[in-house]
T-cell receptor, first 113, second 114 residues
Framework: AQTVTQSQPEMSVQEAETVTLSCTYDTSESDYYLFWYKQPPSRQMILVIRQEAYKQQNATENRFSVNFQKAAKSFSLKISDSQLGDAAMYFC??????????FGPGTSLSVIP | NAGVTQTPKFRILKIGQSMTLQCTQD?????MYWYRQDPGMGLKLIYYSVGAGITDKGEVPNGYNVSRSTTEDFPLRLELAAPSQTSVYFC?????????????FGNGTRLTVT
């Protein structure tokens, strides 16, 4: 069975600072994909960044980057130069070859002006 | 191109009633998913489908049924609604082209069972 764990229910960061959100997962598959989604109060689900498990290089999208540690089954999200618009729920998700997409419980991020 | 459309946006059901949550997508995606999100929680997979005529259970399928007769539509049926099914329901789809394709979400249906 696949599982996704996010151990930080809530996080806060000062505007312009950097914050890292943690995610660990478990799967017996060797081929899988990892995602971070953002959910603002509007409830819309927005893709932040994605990572293929077979790629060693960490994915980067502008101010967002990941630290993918395959052996440790860890997939953390780093947000640099935090902005007020980054305040949201952040969900880590795992997609395996069986095409299931499983989400973690989420981390609520607050940005302090 | 409307993307993923869910109807209704809101619904209140009495215990024991039944209803169907509609989901349709116009992107010709093969994969479709139903999730529920309880307050302050993550998304739990109810059912998913990898193509017309094919459905499979997710993490929390009890109390729900689905069908996938066309590529576009993936309705979720609630039989004998219970208060535990009070939640926000999200439908999502993704193409089969590459496995790293993200999910495209609908705007959700807020369901209250009283």
């Amino acid at each position: 069975a696949q599982t996704v764990t996010q151990s930080q229910p809530e996080m806060s960061v000062q505007e312009a600072e950097t914050v890292t959100l943690s995610c660990t997962y478990d799967t017996s598959e060797s081929d899988y994909y990892l995602f971070w989604y953002k959910q603002p109060p509007s409830r819309q689900m927005i893709l932040v960044i994605r990572q293929e498990a077979y790629k060693q290089q960490n994915a980067t999208e502008n101010r967002f980057s990941v630290n993918f540690q395959k052996a440790a089954k860890s997939f953390s999200l780093k947000i640099s130069d935090s902005q007020l618009g980054d305040a949201a729920m952040y969900f880590c998700a795992l997609k395996t070859s069986y095409d299931k997409v499983i989400f973690g419980p989420g981390t609520s991020l607050s940005v302090i002006p | 191109n409307a993307g993923v459309t869910q109807t209704p946006k809101f619904r209140i059901l009495k215990i024991g009633q039944s209803m169907t949550l509609q989901c349709t997508q116009d992107m010709n995606h093969n994969y479709m998913y139903w999730y529920r999100q309880d307050p302050g929680m993550g998304l739990k997979l109810i059912y998913y489908s990898v193509g017309a005529g094919i459905t499979d259970k997710g993490e929390v399928p009890n109390g729900y049924n689905v069908s996938r007769s066309t590529t576009e539509d993936f309705p979720l049926r609630l039989e004998l609604a219970a208060p535990s099914q009070t939640s926000v329901y999200f439908c999502a789809s993704s193409p089969q082209v590459t496995n790293n394709s993200p999910l495209h979400f609908g705007n959700g249906t807020r369901l209250t069972v009283t």
